[in-house]
């Protein structure tokens, strides 16, 4: 029997898809292919593309933030010219998930474009959230942190724009959700492989990849319908999927038949023992967004967490069941109403077809966290070279002593430098990321460290002031612009590398809690922090489900940054505050008259339009050097 036409999967034969073999080949011609349309009509070069694109955030504060920062790409003509990008924030209230995000999405767009919403492709980027294990792109996002390519260089935007590009051709309208802190390398194979592959209309159709088992623990893991036809030598086929586990135990995964064992993948993407498929993004059909949107007609506003992933995909498969739905371990806020609410979507998806495209050639890389961004950027050999990365983007070198020989990047360090000015003679570890800085005096940057939007400018510094020549190993140094009392002013947050800003600890026992690299009071006692307090109503949070509850505060909430009049001095007084502390000398600086911040202050405080003219002023000095 014949199948209806809109249960099909769409097919398109004649893929233009790049030839060459490999990953790194693969994705230089996907790069090339999105370049020529960046700055340009997004329909030219004969090239299929997103016909809408939406950008999620946490709230009305962070969509004003990054309207700001499309508005400059787009003046800098750094993105399709013709492309919608939509920024829309989640309502006040209780936090809803990625899974309430594309909710409020589809009635956004329903609202905005009406029925034409049907007929189009659309990307939906989760880009929410407060970024706090990096903490450099809590301030600006992090679908705005800088990747090490292009010219302009690129931002984590323009990759997620590029780097989906050759499914469209083979994509219904429909919606395909992605997240910002990731990056996807893959090959697709020769054209003609494109008749195996698709999109379904209707239903879910997800990507996966192939895996160690212990990574399914961190993951979304898929159960193949045959194991038996799974051909790891071939780089992308459609399979049918039973059922999907989020996060499972690797017990759970073998008994629920999702390993796969005797698989031999290309060299590219090898590794010992048994695979598991697991998740990244996945595609639903318009069929799809009809019964959720109104599903959210029926129970809006949300007063609950919804995972896209845990709550949309659990649900799907012939063998889903709604066991699921009382598993709370990964739920970041508890409310009465969850488990309902989760209940009422099961029988929502329920019997629901996920097809999944297994991709044997790529990988999936999470950039979310200090170190990820220290060693894919500046040791992930096999990533560079799949992706383009260089360790010398977009940057000017000033010379302070002028020689007879020309110095080039070289000579300044190993490290890797992006969209920064700063002198020849300084040098930047090989292990070390340098983003958005503009340095006129020489620093020794160590090593392990990143040191992102920070200046150094002769004329702000005074006699007051000791002049750095160097920043300590396994730092990281992130300068802000906040207003307070009505003013400019600047606060260089200041951590060691292995700090967890996220790690609660009890109020009653603050002093114990790590911090640069020893216990908090250390640097207290040092810097002379004698303002620094807490109790329950300062920063302190309620422990869930326990009673009384126990006040906790972690190192984002704590007051420890400084206020200063400028960058430069806002870097001097982090760094010889930072020394104060990892010497135990009491007699180097004395913080007890400023005005201190803790990073939660500072989301709320930041001068996001400060900041993006400090980075258009280094742009601008860039281009023309």
């Not at 013709?82 to 999405?105: C, E, F, M, Q, R």
């Not at 036809?229 to 999702?258: F, S, W």
């Amino acid at each position: 029997m014949e199948e209806k036409e809109e249960n099909k999967c769409i097919n398109s034969q004649e893929v233009p898809l790049p030839k060459g073999t490999g990953i790194a080949n693969y994705m230089k011609k996907v790069l090339c292919d999105y370049e020529k349309i960046r700055g340009k009509d997004k329909n030219s070069n004969n090239c299929k593309f997103w016909d809408v694109v939406v950008i999620t955030t946490a709230d009305n504060a962070q969509k004003r933030v990054f309207e700001l920062q499309i508005e400059s790409k787009r003046k800098r003509n750094e993105l399709p010219l013709n492309l919608p990008i939509y920024v829309v924030a989640d309502p006040p209230g209780p936090k809803i998930g990625n899974g309430g995000s594309t909710l409020v999405v589809l009635s956004f767009l329903e609202l905005c474009l009406g029925q034409e919403m049907y007929k189009k492709k659309i990307l939906l980027i989760h880009a929410g959230g407060q970024s706090k294990r990096m903490p450099s792109a809590s301030c600006l996002g992090k679908i705005f942190s800088p990747i090490p390519h292009g010219d302009p260089i690129y931002q984590m935007l323009d990759l997620k724009l590029a780097m989906y590009m050759p499914f469209l051709p083979n994509m219904p309208p429909g919606v395909f959700v992605a997240c910002a802190d990731d990056i996807l390398v893959y090959d697709l194979g020769p054209v003609e492989d494109s008749k195996y592959w698709s999109f379904c209309y209707n239903g879910f159709t997800a990507l996966a990849h192939p895996s160690p088992v212990q990574i399914g623990t961190k993951h979304g893991v898929y159960v193949v319908e045959n194991e038996k036809n799974v051909d790891p030598k071939k780089h992308i086929r459609g399979m049918r999927c039973l059922r999907v586990l989020q996060k499972p135990r690797i017990t759970q995964m073998y008994e629920k038949g999702a390993v796969l064992s005797n698989l031999k993948f290309s060299e590219e993407v090898a590794f010992k023992g048994d695979t598991s498929y697991t998740d990244s993004s996945f595609f639903f059909g318009m069929d799809i967004a009809k019964k959720l949107l109104h599903f959210f007609k029926e129970n809006s506003p949300l007063t609950c967490e919804i995972d896209a992933y845990g709550d949309f995909l659990q649900a799907l498969g012939p063998l889903a069941t709604s066991e699921y739905v009382h598993n709370t371990s990964n739920v970041t806020h508890l409310t009465p109403n969850l488990v309902p609410t989760r209940l009422q979507i099961f029988e929502l998806l329920k019997g629901t077809d996920i097809n999944l495209l297994l991709m044997n050639a790529s990988k999936f890389i999470h950039i979310g966290t200090t170190k990820e961004y220290i060693y894919h950027f500046c040791f992930d050999t096999k990533l560079q070279d799949e992706l383009c990365l260089v360790k010398d983007c977009f940057n000017t070198f000033t010379e302070i002593k002028p020689s007879a020989k020309k110095r080039k990047f070289s000579d300044t360090g190993l490290g890797c430098i992006m969209h920064s000015c700063i002198p020849t003679e300084c040098f930047v570890s090989s292990n070390t990321v340098l983003e958005y800085c503009h340095f006129e005096l020489p620093l020794q940057v160590g090593q392990n460290s990143i040191i992102s939007n920070c200046a150094l400018f002769e004329e702000e510094l005074s006699d007051n002031l000791p002049t750095p020549t160097q920043t300590p190993h396994n730092i990281f140094l992130h300068t802000v612009a906040v207003r307070h009392q009505d003013q400019t002013k600047y606060a260089t947050v200041v951590f060691h590398i292995d700090d967890d800003l996220k790690k609660q600890v009890p109020i009653s026992n603050v002093i114990e809690a790590s911090y640069l690299g020893y216990d908090i009071q250390r640097f207290i006692e040092n810097c002379k922090l004698t303002q620094f307090q807490l109790d329950e109503d300062t920063g302190g949070v309620q422990r869930e489900g326990e009673g009384e509850g126990q006040a906790l505060t972690s190192l984002w909430q704590m007051c420890l940054f400084p206020l200063e009049s400028s960058m430069t001095r806002s870097l001097v007084l982090a760094l010889t505050a930072a020394k104060a502390a990892q010497s135990n000398n009491p007699d180097m600086v004395d913080l007890s008259g400023y005005h201190v911040v803790s990073m939660e202050e500072i989301l709320d405080m930041k001068d996001v339009r400060a900041m993006l003219k400090y980075r258009d002023g280094l742009f601008s000095k860039i281009l023309k050097s």
